[in-house]
């Protein structure tokens, strides 16, 4: 249950992928890891903990072997540091029938009625130049409350019978008050206490609501940002708790942009663990050769949150692939390879559950409804590594609140610590 418990702090604490890798790289630090720069040359060593940071939203984390030798390879987790949500606009006010607004746009696959009538706060990062011309970035989290009011059902009184179908562009702003002119900046100042002239900004909306244990027997967790804050978890957790390699070196890496199409400078789809692989590869005083046979030596599990049988929606699963809460992992496939699984990554993965003592489930999307996808593809192919896409079970994906299963979490630890011997 402690692991449960961790994952609701850790997921209360985090509401923005810069707060992510803010608090791992606390974390790492308190646990003698060592920060490399992208802008320094690297020096690495045997049986050393290292980790490395892209643009404040991705990070990397590995341990080196307690020996170099030419034959060595990669484990690697992957997961997602960003979750759908809504994002503030540069120009962030508008007025309207007398109410301050805040303009915002949809990041990723909103399910957008969810956001109405939630308490919602902001953050994430801000950069600020001080009085020296210097750029510095603040991690900010501002607890004043808004929220996004849903229109009364006297005024639309069909709503029950046609369903509830919000403009992102006419229904998504979320009011800021009352009476004279807002000055954003100033206000965000004060409210994050910043000092210095705000020049830029990235900042999220989120639940103000605090995670939490469901269910009659606490079988449930009931919080935001799940997907893909819960593998993010789960993966740390474990690659905290392995020994230093003997002849490996362990990895995890949290990409952000997944939701958006992971094409950006620190999402899957750049060049941030390619390059980070290759300047680990050349402490080994070895040619490109032996860097491309210890990627066909390695493995890369790409975890991402799976979609769950729902009791109310069974038909919207195959018939033979219906995933249940409290089942344990779930092993998605798609023929048009939209996840990265394939046999020989299947086969492995349960040769990893069967030595954890775990059971584990398979998922496939009905052949009429099309699946999404997930670091893995991309990361397999850019890259060239064996891969497999899995990820626990859950209900209510992209919704500000997600609904998952207290022991499928402890499953999922209890693999990737097998993963990683």
Request: charged share 20%; proline share 4%.
């Amino acid at each position: 249950m402690s692991y449960t418990k961790n994952l609701l702090n850790f997921i209360d604490a985090n509401p923005t992928s810069f707060h992510v890798v803010d608090h791992l790289k606390k974390e790492l630090l308190a646990q003698n890891y060592q920060e490399l720069n992208e802008q320094d040359a690297w020096l690495l060593t045997e049986a050393k903990k290292y980790f490395v940071t892209r643009a404040n939203g991705s990070i990397i984390i590995f341990k080196t072997p307690k020996q170099w030798t030419k034959d060595y390879s990669y484990k690697i987790i992957g997961a997602h540091t960003d979750s759908p949500c809504l994002k503030i606009k540069n120009n962030p006010i508008a007025t309207k029938e007398g109410y301050h607004l805040l303009n915002i746009e949809v990041y990723g696959g909103v399910l957008l009625s969810s956001w109405f009538d939630k308490d919602l706060y902001f953050g994430g990062n801000v950069v600020v130049e001080d009085k020296a011309g210097v750029l510095k970035q603040h991690i900010v989290t501002v607890t004043k409350k808004l929220r996004i009011p849903r229109l009364a059902i006297h005024l639309d009184r069909d709503v029950n019978k046609q369903g509830f179908t919000p403009n992102p562009q006419e229904h998504m702003f979320p009011i800021i008050g009352l009476g004279g002119a807002i000055n954003f900046e100033d206000w965000l100042k004060e409210a994050a206490d910043i000092e210095g002239i705000i020049l830029s900004w990235d900042l999220f909306l989120f639940d103000a609501e605090k995670s939490s244990f469901g269910g009659f027997y606490d079988e449930f967790i009931y919080a935001p940002r799940l997907d893909n804050l819960a593998s993010v978890h789960a993966s740390f957790e474990a690659i905290m708790n392995s020994d230093i390699p003997a002849n490996e070196i362990q990895m995890a890496v949290y990409f952000q942009h997944e939701e958006i199409g992971s094409t950006s400078q620190n999402g899957a789809g750049s060049n941030f663990l390619e390059g980070t692989l290759k300047r680990i590869h050349h402490f080994l005083a070895t040619n490109d050769e032996g860097f491309y046979q210890a990627i066909a030596r390695s493995f890369f599990i790409s975890a991402d949150m799976a979609h769950a049988i729902h009791p109310s929606y069974s038909d919207k699963h195959d018939t033979s692939h219906k995933p249940r809460i409290g089942a344990g992992p779930v092993i998605k496939s798609n023929a048009n390879m939209r996840y990265a699984t394939d046999a020989f990554s299947i086969a492995k993965f349960k040769q990893w559950c069967h030595k954890a003592a775990i059971p584990y489930q398979n998922f496939c999307s009905r052949n009429d409804i099309g699946c999404g996808s997930t670091i893995g593809p991309m990361v397999a192919a850019r890259i060239g590594i064996p891969t497999i896409d899995v990820g626990n079970p859950m209900l209510s994906m992209h919704s500000i609140r997600e609904m998952c299963g207290t022991n499928d979490h402890c499953f999922i630890i209890k693999l990737f610590d097998e993963f990683y011997k």
